[in-house]
């Protein structure tokens, strides 16, 4: 022992030589920024692997800054009445595990989950994921690690694959225009309900649900309906409709095709008899169904959704998922969520771009009826390379073989006595076993004893989906379930007649050609899709190439650690409806992650359902107004919303069914005391709640916000405090301190999920214990509390599976490098505003010149000076090989920079210095030197195709070299924008979303 103790102290020294000999540089070290303390520390810890800037840097910039210490500077920065212990975030409350350790303890829950085969459907299968898919998409940073494509000249590649995505499902649903992807199945139900609504001109209130739709949608339909004043009815669309007083008040019908039962019915006269009472169809169906299945387009849908998981994306207990959604040619233009189209360059080269951007959230404010502010991009593209990768006829090939092998099913079951109860069906069955004592309670038995689990119905009936993984061995081990259960002679398979036709009627047999353009007929090979997703990667600017300084979106390391468990088979095959003893590993995962991020904000409570920044601000907004109502209080129905305020409050009361009413702020950007108080008490009979963003998203910590809260509190309202920059908070302050009731966070911000191009992301809810028992419900697995609101999300959990990377980020960190990771994104965003000063203005800052966790510059001088835009200063910084910040918002004039605690020194003084060279691009032609229309900022960015002009076409009063190498590390570190400035006006004028046809591309 004595040798050991001798050791680690020797190792102890020797750290602290190389600490003193490394601290006057601002350079990283080789290893890990700080030596272990002693010989057993593991030496794969994460902070350091996680916070870009080492201890000396890290001084550096405390000392450009005029501080000698972090403790100075956080005080500066900080409201101090609002600051929180430092033992409250720290390894005494949340421990620190290394990434060996947190591997181990991932492989020793994933063992907790128990190995079951799920034939449960009810909207979810085990899909196939191709390996090709798995590796080089799904565990590629160059995939996952993008921003929503605002900035299409450097996301050519996931633009295009998103425009396969949209095509894939206008071809197979038969549809005019489909989007990038919603949320889940069950949200984009919701989505369809409110665009009948909206179309009906808010006049008709009634929206119909068949009975045979998946009951998590409806669960939702109910919460979403409530909030705009629906009528939901629930029934049997064959025979209600014929109902005058229903049909008189009728703004939209949803049915399932095929239904939760398995049921194939023909929805063509019930869509006439829809329409002639001026009321829109919405059909929720199956991609690989509808390859031979007649589409909802040909039989009158008016909109089609669902879910496009089973095209290659993991159950994962849930999701994350990619919902589609298509809509008719008169409907395009309010379809909700994002839309990819076809535009052109400057150049005349064809590009694509999100389409129709005036449709958004942010912009609309409280005149939207979706607060929708992202799609499921990463799963979008994964299904889309799933169908480019089989094509047309691999798709058949696989929707025949699930067809027949349920047909042999359904001949095994009715050979041993069983009686399946629905005729026309593609892969689900749903068998009466009431032929068998004790009845589906015995059929469940048998099933649990081969390790599968099969649908629960009723004590008469039982359920069974198949899927694309079903091999013969796995229909063998299903059918030994019945034989089992009959005590009847088995039955041989091989002995069972082939299928000759489909179990459906021959006039709802898909006809209709499919997916014939180039893209889906080609890339069959492994070798060919290989270099297919690469070439497309290649096109996208991510965090694998350089810092994406996006103000409120928290581009931090999405580390590979956090990522590793993400696909293991003990997380990623489960289905989110398996019985809770299967799923011990999630139970405690999930359980853990919620009291971490209890601990972190300061709250009672937490719910993981909603599955989006946005769906966790309506999700907080609903339990306040279910809160007002348990106390008689259902009236309140107002809520304030400053101006600094996230970008989709507005519309997310709305949708709660909350009046928003604006509050002003002060020119120094903080929230104005007295109209708060002013508005609060002019409606505090009807006073609901409060929404704040803290810090503001003018990228400062406001002195009063504890007083606004309490202002709030005094007139019977709740606070919401919106968590988008919950980064600024985590070991500092937090949510309860700061007087909130509720808050959401954004795990893809604060707690490092990929932001995967564009989604997915989660935002779940923490809650003060008086709101506790109304966390969202769920129809199939229990979940929040005893006054429980409805469902928000169609999975108990959300986006399960993801929630892995925030609870690794979480234990791999510990308090401790939770409370650093906030330290140093607040100094990185003041070090850069320090060296920005004096070449831009800089809009906000607090009484000590301190800023956020960003820093919002404002623009609009060089628009007098210059005749320049944001936009012209965004274009031209991807010439310099970055990511624009946050353009022109909160504010039109102004870019909002975050930097974030991962980016180191050098990459911080990189971005700084080529913003500080267009500062004198931008002087150049204020001073005449530049024309102002013709020009380094306004005609970037300048991809290949323009540098290698011809000296006679190059009609530019600037050198090539200056366009592209404008700065000397460019020349060794060069990502190439693939097209130049897209013509945005060209693309909403000619809407084209769909991939280019065979003729396009031989004319072209």
Not at 706 to 713: N, Q
Not at 845 to 852: E, M, P, T
Request: net charge negative; aromatic share 8%; charged share 20%.
């Amino acid at each position: 022992m004595a040798a050991l103790r001798y050791a680690s102290a020797r190792l102890k020294q020797s750290a602290l030589r190389s600490l003193t000999r490394s601290s006057a540089s601002p350079r990283r070290a080789l290893a890990t920024a700080r030596a272990p303390q002693t010989l057993f520390d593991s030496l794969d810890t994460f902070t350091d692997r996680h916070v870009g800037p080492d201890e000396s840097e890290t001084a550096f910039m405390l000392s450009k800054l005029g501080y000698d210490s972090m403790e100075s500077f956080l005080s500066a920065t900080v409201p101090p009445k609002i600051r929180v212990a430092d033992s409250t975030i720290s390894n005494s409350s949340i421990p620190a595990l290394s990434e060996s350790e947190l591997h181990a303890r991932a492989k020793e829950l994933g063992r907790l989950n128990k190995s079951f085969k799920s034939y449960i459907g009810m909207g979810y299968h085990n899909a196939v994921v191709p390996p090709v898919i798995l590796r080089n998409v799904m565990e590629n940073p160059a995939w996952y690690t993008p921003y929503t494509p605002y900035q299409p000249e450097i996301a050519q590649g996931r633009l295009e694959s998103l425009v396969n995505y949209q095509t894939m499902v206008m071809s197979l649903t038969s549809m005019d225009i489909a989007n990038a992807s919603l949320l889940d199945e069950a949200t984009a139900a919701a989505e369809g309900m409110v665009m009948a609504y909206v179309a009906s001109n808010q006049k008709k209130n009634t929206f119909f649900v068949d009975k045979a739709v998946l009951p998590q949608t409806i669960s939702v339909l109910r919460t979403r309906a409530k909030g705009f004043g629906i009528n939901l009815v629930i029934g049997d669309a064959s025979t209600a409709l014929n109902d005058e007083a229903l049909r008189s008040d009728l703004s939209g019908v949803l049915v399932q095709y095929p239904d939760v039962n398995g049921l194939i019915s023909d929805y063509g006269d019930l869509a006439k008899s829809v329409h002639s009472a001026g009321a829109l169809v919405i059909c929720a169906t199956d991609l690989l169904a509808l390859t031979v299945l007649k589409p909802p387009g040909e039989w009158g849908a008016d909109i089609v959704l669902g879910n496009s998981a089973r095209f290659g994306v993991p159950a994962g207990y849930g999701g994350p998922h990619g919902a589609f959604f298509a809509v008719t040619e008169k409907l395009k233009r309010k379809m909700p969520g994002r839309l990819i189209g076809r535009s052109k360059d400057t150049m005349g080269n064809p590009a694509y771009r999100l389409a129709l951007q005036t449709r958004e959230q942010h912009i609309r404010r409280e005149k939207a009826t979706s607060n929708i502010c992202t799609s499921q991009a990463l799963l979008a593209n994964m299904a889309a390379m799933y169908a480019v990768y089989h094509g047309p006829v691999g798709l058949i090939r696989i929707a025949q073989k699930v067809h027949f092998f349920t047909q042999l099913l359904k001949s095994s079951v009715e050979l041993l006595g069983f009686k399946v109860t629905n005729t026309a069906y593609f892969d689900t069955l749903t068998i009466d076993v009431s032929s068998v004592p004790e009845g589906a309670q015995l059929v469940h038995a048998a099933a649990a004893m081969e390790a599968i689990n099969l649908r629960r119905i009723d004590d008469k009936h039982v359920g069974v989906t198949l899927d694309e993984s079903v091999s013969r061995t796995d229909l063998m081990a299903l059918t030994n379930v019945f034989l089992m259960a009959s005590r009847r002679d088995p039955a041989v398979l091989e002995s069972l007649p082939l299928p000759t036709q489909a179990a459906f009627p021959d006039e709802l047999l898909r006809t209709s050609e499919f997916l014939p353009h180039p893209v889906f007929n080609t890339h069959h090979s492994e070798t060919e899709m290989l270099r297919y997703i690469f070439h497309l990667a290649s096109k996208d600017l991510g965090l694998v190439h350089a810092m994406i300084p996006l103000g409120s979106c928290t581009m931090k390391l999405n580390s590979t650690s956090s990522m590793i468990p993400l696909t293991w088979p003990e997380f990623g095959g489960v289905h989110p409806f398996a019985p809770s003893e299967q799923v011990e590993g999630y139970k405690q995962i999930i359980k853990e992650l919620e009291s971490d991020l209890c601990k972190i904000t300061g709250f009672h409570a937490c719910s993981v359902q909603p599955n989006s920044g946005a769906a966790g601000e309506y999700a907080g907004l609903t339990v306040i107004r279910a809160y007002h109502e348990s106390r008689g209080e259902g009236h309140r129905d107002v809520c304030l919303i400053p101006l600094s305020a996230h970008g989709t409050n507005p519309a997310s009361a709305v949708m709660a069914g909350l009046k928003v009413v604006a509050v002003k702020t002060h020119q120094d950007g903080n929230l104005d005391l007295e109209d708060l108080k002013a508005k609060a008490e002019k409606h505090k009979d009807n006073l609901a709640a409060f929404m704040i963003t803290y810090p503001s998203t003018f990228g400062v910590f406001e002195d009063g916000v504890a007083d606004a809260c309490k202002i709030i509190h005094d007139f019977g309202g709740q606070v919401y405090l919106d968590g988008a920059n919950l980064n600024a908070q985590v070991g500092l302050t937090n949510p309860a301190v700061c007087g909130g009731d509720v808050c959401h966070m954004n795990l893809h911000k604060t707690f490092a999920i990929p932001h995967g191009g564009g989604g997915p992301g989660v935002g779940p809810i923490c809650v003060a214990e008086h709101l506790a028992p109304f966390l969202p419900s769920h129809p199939v697995i229990s979940t929040g509390g005893n006054k429980a609101i409805d469902a928000v999300a169609a999975a108990p959990f959300g986006s399960a599976s993801i929630l892995l990377i925030s609870w690794a980020y979480i234990k791999m960190l510990g308090g401790n490098g939770l409370s650093e990771s906030t330290n140093v994104a607040l100094l990185n965003a003041n070090y850069m505003a320090h060296r920005l000063s004096g070449h831009y203005n800089l809009r906000f800052k607090n009484s000590n010149g301190r800023v956020a966790h960003e820093l919002l510059i404002d623009l609009a001088e060089f628009d007098k000076s210059a005749g320049l835009k944001v936009t012209d200063f965004a274009k031209r910084l991807q010439d310099y090989g970055f990511h624009p910040p946050t353009c022109s918002w909160p504010i039109s004039t102004c870019m909002l920079i975050e930097p974030t605690e991962s980016e180191t020194l050098e990459e911080i003084d990189r971005f700084c210095e080529a913003m500080i060279q267009i500062r004198q691009e931008a002087e150049d032609i204020i001073t005449g030197k530049q024309p102002k229309e013709n020009n380094l900022l306004k005609n970037a960015p300048h991809p290949l195709s323009a540098i290698v002009l011809s000296d006679k076409d190059w009609n530019r009063p600037y050198s090539r070299e200056a366009a592209a190498y404008p700065m000397p590390w460019l020349k060794e570190k060069k990502f190439w924008p693939t097209v130049s400035r897209i013509d945005d006006a060209y693309g909403d004028l000619n809407l084209i979303c769909d991939c280019p046809s065979v003729e396009e591309l031989a004319s072209s």
